[in-house]
């Protein structure tokens, strides 16, 4: 009997040896994807390039993001409602505020 021809007994047994491994795989493929997507996702918004925009400076950007970042940490002064924010940590959203013009930089 060749393997390339199933016949009813050996789909079921396919069938079943194929949702033992699925079982014991899925579980981990679905954490890999999701803690993957979920630092893509922490990493990506906002676009570096969209935030070059506004500061000139790659140097100066993180100089302001770390010090709102600092004070609403500290203060648990947010410009938006916790909701609105994609970021769940105060650096990201200390850039999503950044992004969406809340916060403004003087130049000397």
Known sequence: MSLLTLNNYNSHLFVKYLSILLSIYCKEILNWV???CREMVEVIYPSIDRL???VDSK???VHIA???AKVMK???HFQ???SEYVS?????RALEEVDKGLITIKEN
């Open 34 to 36: 999701y803690y993957y």
């Open 52 to 54: 070059l925009n506004i």
């Open 59 to 61: 140097y100066k950007l």
């Open 66 to 68: 770390a010090d709102r």
């Open 74 to 76: 500290e203060y648990k």
């Open 80 to 82: 938006c409602p916790e």
């Open 88 to 92: 769940k940590k105060e650096l990201g």
